[in-house]
């Protein structure tokens, strides 16, 4: 029997492959900022927040909740990030890198807000246990744009959302802690990558 038919060769080869997937993904992941009309199907953002929920979590407590955007609600979304913005900006406030934030939401066929529901009523640890959280959220977050890389689809991690912080919650009907939002679409653009510092930058081996 040739080795790949096997059962430990077949799992051999298909880890493998995996493992390719996985680094490939990683590697060829970028932040798109401008995306094409083009729909992007439901079932491709259930794979995605299907993606998200398999990540791992502090007492696998699944702090997360996923509100999904879509093209009809996008003019609505992207009126009250700018409305925000504009008020911060006539407050003299600092508005950062919002408005080019927002010009991409405005571009993406499908944002999704991701909420924390335990903010407000974490048992006893308090801050921690909001630290724990917020990191889990980050591991479903970062799977939602590797699936998406796998699937085709480009992906923006946005935290300008901020920005917008209560008008957005309250548009959505949300109490919970928002914690980042997500916008995907077929990419319009093909962006080489960032730059990283070294792992040797980076890194101290004790
Ligand atoms: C927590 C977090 C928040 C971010 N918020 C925004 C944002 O609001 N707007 C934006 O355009 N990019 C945002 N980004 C994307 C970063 O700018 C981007 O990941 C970084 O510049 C590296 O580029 P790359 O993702 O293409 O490797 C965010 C990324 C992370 C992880």
New binding site residues.
């Given amino acids: 029997m040739p080795e790949a038919k096997s059962w430990s060769g077949l799992w051999q080869k298909n880890y493998e492959r995996i493992i390719m997937n996985t680094l490939e993904a990683i590697s060829q ?3 798109i ?1 401008r995306f094409k009309d083009t729909p992007v199907p439901d079932e491709m953002i259930v794979k995605i927040i299907n993606s998200a929920i398999q990540a791992p979590s502090g007492k696998n407590r699944q702090p997360w909740r996923f509100v999904v955007v879509k093209e009809d609600k996008r003019p609505e979304m992207i009126r009250i990030m700018r409305e925000s913005i504009a008020k911060i900006k006539e407050q003299g406030g600092d508005t950062g ?2 408005e ?2 927002s010009n ?1 939401m405005e571009k993406a066929p499908v944002t999704i807000f991701i909420f924390n529901p335990y903010a407000e009523n974490t048992p006893g640890e308090g801050h921690t246990s909001n630290v724990v959280d917020v990191q889990s959220v ?1 591991a479903a977050i970062q799977n939602m744009l590797l699936s998406a890389q796998e699937l085709g689809i480009g992906s ?6 901020f920005y917008a912080y209560n008008k957005l919650c309250e548009w959505l009907g949300e109490k919970h802690e928002m914690i ?1 939002a997500v916008s995907l679409g077929y990419p319009d653009e093909q ?1 080489n ?2 730059p990283r510092k070294l792992v040797n930058e980076v890194t101290r081996w004790f």
């Fill in positions: 992941r970028r932040s900022r890198s919002s080019w934030t991409a980050g923006l991690w946005i935290c300008d959302v980042a962006p990558g960032r």
